[in-house]
């Protein structure tokens, strides 16, 4: 099939380049003339495994074609499929300028029948609105147009695995010749489909979201429980997953989550709540838990060490591991805390950052602050003189760094572990003083 993914950001690069691996003939178009030159130079505009590697050869095949020309674009495939950004509002609400701006450009260039369908995120109603504005600016007649809404559940850092494993492939629309021509887009992959109206299709992604961001504040409030009363939230949650109805998915409790999906779902079901006058009491909740883990943990590190005046060596600022993605990390904020506790230098590992420039902090700093932040690349060096450790991401290289040799040139040896992800025996072993996310097994 001939087929052109509008917007080569993270989902519509991996998905313009995993069809065209799947043998479809892909343009993948961007507006942005300078991203489309570094994908044909072969060069991604962010990180993910095994995603370079498959650019390179399908740029040598000549499989696929990158494209900021959006006449060629649109009158050479006959399916369009939008992968563009739906931020957040400071309401809540998702921003659909470029939604509107990708009709606009269909409308200008359309040149026959075509099916436009909808991967990126977007609220309720959005594809049914999507078909009524392009129905007001096409002839329709002379130039067919089916809308059908199919929403995407890759998870950065596990991109390619998902996209040739797929849970399952929700379609939504009205047209049932439309909905199986898309099944086709996917019929090597033996996935599972569900197909529904765009509501439907619509609110399973924000549901999905929502319901694993709760489920992770869930875990992350018990912890602060079991913390209290002596019980090891990893068997707390390794018992409770072995349960099949609750699964031991997302049952991970640390400082909370982050990243571009969860945070931005949840404002936007609590946006649309609000609209409609009924309350997501659970759900907000489950953000409240989540915003103040930071804090929660903050707090639990003070109450080991006074942070004023110290030096504080931080692990990790993409918000999960094996992504550069910074958006709502956990990791960042954690430092923007730390430096209001008066800490007196903050230094910084994370293996794609290698200058302050690159980080990309939820609030202003100044002067001050930022001086007090120094990116290190070299590990041997980063444990100097630092009063504290704390880990905020999961990066694999982390457990194998010499432990061992950082507690002999620490001020104090202090481990704070947010993820409960390195090995609490082995660290103690070394010499640290161990702390993690309700791990009391350790008192």
């Known amino acids: 099939m001939k087929i052109t993914v509008i917007g080569s950001g993270y989902v519509g690069t991996t998905t313009a380049l995993v069809l065209a691996d799947l043998g479809h003939e892909v343009i993948s178009y961007d507006v942005d003339k300078l991203k489309i030159k570094r994908l044909n130079d072969a060069i991604l505009p962010f990180s993910e495994p095994g995603l370079d590697r498959l650019l390179q050869k399908l740029l040598q095949s000549g499989r696929i074609i990158f494209s900021s020309d959006s006449q060629t674009a649109i009158t050479q495939s006959e399916m369009l499929m939008i992968s563009v950004g739906t931020p957040s509002t400071s309401s809540g609400n998702a921003d659909l300028t470029y939604i509107q701006q990708v009709l606009e450009v269909i409308a200008t260039h359309i040149n026959g029948p075509k099916i436009i369908i909808t991967k990126s995120t977007v609220p309720i109603g959005t594809n049914r609105w999507?078909?009524?504005?392009?129905?007001?600016?096409?002839?329709?007649?002379?130039?067919?147009?089916?809308?059908?809404?199919?929403?995407?559940f890759l998870r950065e850092g596990s991109a390619l695995h998902d996209s040739y494993h797929p849970s399952r492939t929700v379609i939504g629309g009205e047209e049932h010749s439309a909905i199986e021509k898309v099944k086709q887009i996917y019929s090597s992959l033996g996935t599972s489909y569900f197909t529904c109206n765009y509501e439907t299709a619509e609110m399973?992604?924000?549901?999905?979201?929502?319901?694993?961001?709760?489920?992770?504040?869930?875990?992350?409030?018990?912890?602060?429980?079991?913390?209290?009363?002596?019980?090891?939230?990893?068997?707390?949650?390794?018992?409770?997953?072995?349960?099949?109805?609750?699964?031991p998915h997302h049952l991970y409790a640390g400082i909370g989550y982050g990243g571009s999906c969860f945070p931005?779902?949840?404002?936007?079901?609590?946006?649309?709540?609000?609209?409609?006058?009924?309350?997501?009491?659970?759900?907000?909740?489950?953000?409240?838990?989540?915003?103040?883990?930071?804090?929660?943990?903050?707090?639990?590190?003070?109450?080991?060490?006074?942070?004023?005046?110290?030096?504080?060596?931080?692990?990790?600022?993409?918000?999960?591991?094996d992504t550069d993605d910074q958006r709502e990390s956990p990791g960042v904020r954690l430092i923007e805390h730390l430096l209001d506790k008066g800490v007196d230098e903050i230094r910084v590992i994370d293996p794609t950052v290698t200058s302050l420039e690159q980080i990309h902090w939820s609030k202003n700093l100044n002067n001050n602050d930022s001086q007090r932040v120094n990116i290190f690349t070299k590990e041997d060096e980063a444990a100097i003189g630092v009063h504290a450790v704390v880990l905020t991401t999961t990066w694999s290289q982390f457990a194998t760094y010499p432990w061992a040799d950082w507690v002999t040139k620490v001020e104090s040896p202090y481990l704070f572990d947010g993820r409960n992800f390195l090995n609490p025996q082995e660290m103690q072993h070394y010499g640290w003083n161990y702390v993690g996310v309700a791990r009391s097994v350790l008192k």
Do not use: C
Request: glycine content about 8%; hydrophobic content about 45%.
């Open 204 to 247: 399973i992604k924000y549901a999905s979201n929502g319901f694993l961001a709760v489920k992770i504040s869930y875990i992350n409030e018990i912890a602060r429980l079991a913390d209290l009363v002596g019980a090891d939230i990893e068997g707390v949650a390794a018992g409770m997953g072995m349960d099949p109805r609750i699964s």
């Open 130 to 152: 999507m078909k009524q504005q392009l129905e007001a600016k096409i002839d329709t007649n002379k130039y067919p147009i089916e809308v059908v809404s199919n929403p995407e």
């Open 264 to 321: 931005k779902d949840v404002d936007e079901l609590l946006y649309l709540a609000k609209q409609k006058k009924i309350n997501l009491g659970l759900l907000k909740q489950g953000k409240r838990i989540n915003d103040s883990q930071i804090a929660w943990f903050v707090q639990k590190i003070e109450s080991h060490l006074s942070l004023e005046g110290k030096r504080i060596l931080v692990l990790g600022v993409a918000f999960k591991e």
